[in-house]
């Protein structure tokens, strides 16, 4: 398993869980959208989730909520290169670029950025050239078609086998393409183009991703299936999404991309505390 990610001049100690901290700036993401576009309140943010123990702020600038529009390069560039640069001049911490974009990959890595975070899996044309130009690690996600399509009607026959199948498809061809297999994270893609059945399946069975010895993302925070299975809207899920995350970790998950840091470190502490007392699997 791969313990140490370089992240450009920062390393990346993944032999724990750590929180990677959401930071959107888009005006239509589906939990926070409009809430970080101006530069202070994104600023005032990030410091609170580092403060909170964040390892990583993840920042986007397209959403890729069920049903979103798709925006322009130009407008995705506009949106979060200035918050890299910034966040970049006055943190210590790495910086995570949500995008498919290869321009933004590369602008993106020049204004501090420390990885990629590509829901897309770098299926986009000249995405993995980028990545492999770039230098940085990258997360590949698993998404059933296309963000304004995805929840329309999906279908697996096995989803576990059918999610894994493509993510060993894209870890190859990232590989064949120069990208090197221990800058690779993985993510099954909970909620993008999976019904609530789906979501549950993966999450149960996601120690089989885990023995792919690439470190596991698991993005579940504020989902719409916590809503679904507990009627919560979105402002009222932190206890389910605190739950999943520690079901995640515990199944092998070594990155949570989560809305609430402070709450979900604290899960994630208590879960480190109790692992010397744990019974070790020989």
């Known amino acids: ?20 901290g959401v930071l959107n700036v888009t005006p239509d993401s ?7 576009t101006e530069r202070d309140a994104a600023l ?11 390892a990583i702020i993840d920042v986007g600038g397209e959403s890729t909520r069920p049903g979103a529009a798709v925006v322009s390069a130009q407008q995705e560039l506009d949106r979060v290169i200035p ?17 498919s974009t290869p321009e933004v990959m590369r602008a993106g890595a020049a204004a501090g950025a420390g990885l990629i975070n590509d829901v897309r899996a770098l299926g986009r044309d000249g995405a993995v050239q980028a990545a492999k130009d770039v230098g940085l690690p990258v ?36 590989v ?23 979501n549950l399946a993966l999450l149960a069975q996601l120690e089989n991703f885990a023995a792919l010895g690439l470190p596991v993302l698991a993005g579940l ?20 999404s605190v739950a999943l995350a520690l079901m995640a970790i515990e199944r092998g998950a070594k990155v949570l991309r ?10 994630v502490r208590l879960w480190q505390a109790m692992q010397p007392f744990m019974e070790r699997k020989e």
């Open 30 to 36: 589906f939990s926070d959208g409009g809430r970080f």
């Open 176 to 198: 064949d393409a120069g990208i090197a297999r221990e800058a690779l994270l993985i993510d099954p893609g909970f909620g993008f183009g999976k019904t609530d059945q789906h």
């Open 139 to 174: 997360c590949l996600m698993h998404m059933q078609g296309r963000p304004s399509t995805m929840q329309s009607a999906p279908s697996y026959q096995h989803v576990v086998d059918e999610v894994l199948a493509f993510l060993v498809e894209r870890i190859d061809a990232c």
């Open 221 to 240: 925070s504020r989902k719409s299936m916590i809503g679904r299975l507990l009627d919560r809207p979105v402002e009222d899920r932190l206890i389910g």
């Open 1 to 20: 398993m791969i313990h140490i990610l370089q992240c450009a001049a920062r390393t990346l100690d993944l032999s724990a869980p750590v929180v990677m």
């Open 44 to 54: 005032r943010q990030v410091q609170k989730m580092l403060a909170d123990g964040a």
């Open 258 to 267: 989560v809305h609430d840091v402070k709450e979900t470190m604290d899960a």
């Open 83 to 99: 918050v890299v640069e910034q966040i970049s001049a006055r943190f210590d911490t790495i910086i995570s670029l949500d995008t």
